[in-house]
Structures are given as C-alpha cells and as structure tokens.
C-alpha cells in the first residue's frame, strides 16, 4: 500500500517552483539571499515560513508577488463544498483569520443546502447568529468548549443555526401566505410534530 504524501503547504510548493525556474539548486538560493541551505530545506518541506526581512528578500529575489496560503483554507473549502463538517477538514491547521473565513462559508453554505431555494434566507440574520458562535467559543475568560475541538464545536452550531433558520423562514412563509386561522392550526400542528403529542 502506497503511503500517502505528506500535506506540503502552497507556500512552500510556490518556494520549490520559482527556485527552479531560475534554475538553482537550495545551496544556490541559499547563497544568494544570504540563508543557510537547512533553512531553505525547512522552507521547502513546509516546516517553517519565512518571515520579516527573509521574506521579502525572497519574494523580491524569486518573483513572488503573491505568497501563498498554507493551502489548509483551499483544501477546507473544497471539503465543505463536498458536504464535508468541519471536523473532517484541515480547519483546525488553518490560521484564525482563515478559520473565521471557513467557518462562515461552511455556515452559509449549510443554510443553502437545509433551505433548498424553498424560502427566502435572512443572510444578515445567519451572519449575526454566526458571530454570536464565533465569539462565544473565543471567550477568553470561560472555556465553553469543554476541552473539545474548535471545529467540533462550531459543526454543531452550523447545524443548529441552519434548522433554526429554516423554522424561521418556514415560519414567515407561512405568515405571509396563510389566512390567520390557516397560520395558527399549522402552527400547532408543527409543535405537536416536534414535540411528539398526538
């Protein structure tokens, strides 16, 4: 059995590329940017990135006018567009910034599904409700997370805003369509439904 190759970040893979184009080998770059080659190395395989001066000595040496994503948020939102929760995605190796990018995508794109096009969606309500989540497992004087995963948590928020959502936009159709009467024996029809009276 093959083993699979080891996650290499854009970065590092953007690295390799421009290098060879130029047509150096690691000591050759390592030389003309005034580095060792293990940094190079390290570079390359993706277990360090370079930062300050080093990084704009390289990017100005090699050509690149965009550094790339560590290719966790490109690989997380190919997952979610696969119907994938967060869990089974690199969202825990992505940095906060591109995390709070993911989790909102994934919570936006779970709404669409859950709804199917069948009633209009509040995006500025399911914002404001995402946030609420973000916040609230960020708080940095109580741990509501409870030792879990922060993708763990979040999975189980997107899918609770997402059915609240539809209860609501369902409720508004409602609203809008039925006579008052028609409203209210829906209404209590749906409660007996979740709630298992007959």
Not at 9 to 29: F, H, N, V
Not at 64 to 71: A, K, N, T, V
Not at 95 to 103: K, L, V, W
Not at 154 to 176: N, P
Request: glycine share 6%; proline share 4%.
């Amino acid at each position: 059995m093959t083993k699979p190759e080891k996650f290499k970040p854009q970065w590092a893979k953007d690295i390799i590329e421009a290098r060879k184009k130029k047509g150096l080998t690691q000591s050759g770059l390592a030389q003309a940017i005034k580095v060792s080659q293990s940094t190079i190395t390290d570079w390359e395989r993706g277990k360090s990135r370079p930062s300050g001066e080093n990084l704009t000595v390289l990017k100005n040496f090699l050509g690149l006018s965009y550094f790339g994503h560590d290719g966790f948020y490109q690989e997380a939102i190919k997952g979610i567009n696969l119907g994938l929760p967060l869990t089974e995605t690199p969202f825990e190796q992505a940095n906060q910034r591109e995390q709070i990018d993911i989790f909102f995508y994934a919570l936006f794109f779970m709404v669409e599904k859950i709804i199917e096009r069948k009633f209009p969606v509040s995006f500025s309500r399911v914002a404001a409700q995402g946030m609420r989540s973000w916040v609230r497992f960020h708080d940095p004087i109580r741990d509501r997370r409870l030792g879990r995963p922060l993708a763990e948590c979040l999975d189980k928020d997107i899918e609770q805003i997402a059915k609240a959502e539809y209860a609501k936009a369902e409720d508004d159709a409602c609203a809008r369509t039925m006579t008052h009467d028609e409203y209210w024996t829906w209404r209590e029809a749906r409660r007996k439904k979740n709630t298992g009276d007959s």
